[in-house]
């Protein structure tokens, strides 16, 4: 059974900082970050191909930065300079050849 298993949220204040890794059980070849707030539709944080090539929602650009280690199956989110309105559970998302596979997700709560 594919998995792939989410951590590093939490509770951290507003200019603070927050990595997430997300593990998956097969290699992967598109790897993604997607998030729901309360009330709203899940959408695109970012995104990571299998060569590297990124992809940001255009709320997080210039703050966040996603990166992978195909070697480990593993892709991280760095989450610098975090808003309120950046509170969401985060959902790590993997593409295989057209199949999508989704963790269970990570909240992340930026609260003063």
């Known amino acids: 059974q594919v998995q792939l298993v989410e951590s590093g949220g939490g509770l951290v204040q507003p200019g603070g900082s927050l990595r997430l890794s997300c593990a998956a059980s097969i290699s992967m070849n598109a790897m993604g970050w997607y998030r729901q707030a309360p009330g709203k539709e899940r959408g695109l944080v970012a995104r990571?191909?299998?060569?590297?090539?990124?992809n940001y929602g255009d709320s997080v650009k210039g703050r966040f930065t996603i990166s992978r280690d195909n070697a480990k199956n593993t892709v991280y989110l760095q989450m610098n300079s975090l808003k309120p309105e950046d509170t969401a559970v985060y959902y790590c998302?993997?593409?295989?050849?057209?199949?999508?596979?989704w963790g269970k997700g990570t909240l992340v709560t930026v609260s003063s």
């Open positions: 998302k993997g593409e295989y050849y057209g199949i999508h596979y």
């Open positions: 990571i191909s299998s060569g590297g090539t990124t």
